[in-house]
């Protein structure tokens, strides 16, 4: 069993005004964890890499370069249908 483990920010002051930078950066076309203005990057997402060790964007651009440009070019190429046929004898 897996437990989930997640934070909030008790509505409030502080949590509109979250809100309400998340919306501009929406309606700016900026991802939500990309770094804005004079600010060098969000700090909910380097308070996950300092405390998971983990930086998603590292490893999904790491994926890409393995995987995901290979599935994409064989999409974009179509695939190879393979016809198997049954012979059947009596």
Sequence with gaps: M???HFKCMPDGADQEARDAGLR???AAGVQVLQAGGDQ???PEWREVKENFGYDA???ADDWWVGW???KYR???YGS???Q???TVSN
Excluded: T
């Design 2 to 4: 897996h437990n989930m």
């Design 24 to 26: 501009a950066k929406l």
């Design 40 to 42: 060098e990057e969000m």
């Design 57 to 59: 964007e590292d490893e």
């Design 68 to 70: 995901g440009s290979l």
């Design 74 to 76: 064989s999409a974009e």
């Design 80 to 82: 190879i249908g393979i």
């Design 84 to 86: 198997v046929e049954q």
